[in-house]
């Protein structure tokens, strides 16, 4: 079956640099934009960036333009979001989640995510 | 960047109950929007997409209409599954953005 399995979250000080991991198994990866989408605690989802099938193709979300960079390594079926320069703002559980190919926007289907806490 | 706005924030609803729960973005994205349903602990799951195509295995209680600026997310007779939040999602234009949410109570 289709599954999406992030890790890599933790606590993190303000300023210092995190790396998530989505390792994703059940479809043919190379195929799919994907998309890794935040939820604060208690809060509403948040899209953060999107990377298209051929690694060419990112997009940011403006509250983590110029801090987060979303890569994918196709051979080992993995999503990365590299996150600098965090602040108390990107406390959040993160969710890697795949673009529908009917359009890469529609998020079809979800992981269960891995949470990042930024404190001192 | 476009904002989604949902309505109501909270609505209280009983078992067969017919409720309607709207989205409108600040400006227009044409058919490009999506709903899903997040029950609490959960991942949240796609309903919706192109503002009115039923995912595949979504039960036909549930619908979508509009277009432009404004649509509606339709559940013709609740079910306690369904008791949960519902986000709206713009796909039109980047960056991606979600409406707020709508969380549906039982009364």
């Known amino acids: 079956q289709v599954q999406l399995v992030a890790s890599g979250g933790g606590v993190v000080q303000p300023g210092r640099s995190l790396r998530l991991s989505c390792e994703v198994s059940g479809f043919t990866f190379s195929k799919y934009g994907m998309h890794w989408v935040r939820q604060a605690p208690g809060k509403g989802l948040e899209w953060v960036a999107f990377?298209?099938?051929?690694?060419?193709?990112?997009h940011y979300g403006d509250s983590v333009k110029g801090r987060f960079t979303i890569s994918r390594d196709n051979s080992k079926n993995t999503l990365y979001l590299e996150m600098n320069s965090v602040r108390a703002e990107d406390t959040a559980l993160y969710s890697c989640v795949r673009g529908s190919q009917v359009d890469h926007g529609i998020m079809d289907v979800w992981g269960q995510g891995t949470t990042v806490s930024v404190s001192s | 960047d476009i904002q989604m706005t949902q309505s109501p924030s909270t609505l209280s609803a009983s078992v067969g109950d017919r409720v309607t729960i709207t989205c409108r973005a600040s400006?227009?994205?044409?058919?490009?929007l999506a709903w899903y349903r997040q029950k609490p602990g959960e991942a949240p799951k796609l309903l919706v997409y192109?503002?009115?195509t039923l995912e595949s295995g979504v039960p036909s209680r549930f619908s979508g209409s509009g277009s432009g600026t404004d649509f509606r997310l339709t559940i013709s007779s609740l079910q306690t599954d369904d008791f949960a939040t519902y986000y709206c999602?713009?796909?039109?234009?980047?960056?991606?953005?979600f409406g707020q949410g709508t969380r549906l109570d039982i009364k």
């Open positions: 999602q713009q796909y039109n234009y980047y960056p991606y953005t």
């Open positions: 990377i298209g099938s051929d690694e060419r193709n990112e």
């Open positions: 192109r503002a009115s």
């Open positions: 400006q227009s994205i044409d058919i490009w």
